[in-house]
């Protein structure tokens, strides 16, 4: 799925993302573009990240990151070790 597409799905819904968390890895993003995206479809989300990392760190802190939407593309997923935390 493209980030257009994604994102577009995410604004026809018309809900509340304000306690949403959202990691676009592989996307070919920068966390600047992507809260820009967002920002532009009137999208209030939480927190954004375009590291898998950061994402599976969220897992340890639910208080700040109730609902996390983490999506990856690309082969390199496969190889990091903290992708099993995010299934």
């Known amino acids: 799925m493209e980030e ?10 018309s809900v509340d993302l304000s306690n949403v968390s959202l990691a676009m890895v592989g996307y ?17 989300v939480n927190h954004v990240t375009t590291d898998l990392y950061v994402a599976a760190n ?13 999506l990856a593309k690309g082969s390199y997923i496969a190889d990091c070790p903290r992708v099993k935390l995010l299934k």
């Open 28 to 44: 070919r993003l920068s966390e600047k573009d992507l809260r820009q995206r967002l920002n532009a479809e009137g999208l209030a």
């Open 4 to 13: 257009e597409h994604f994102i577009a799905a995410l604004a026809a819904l």
């Open 58 to 70: 969220w897992r340890n802190d639910p208080s700040n990151h109730a609902i996390i939407i983490a």
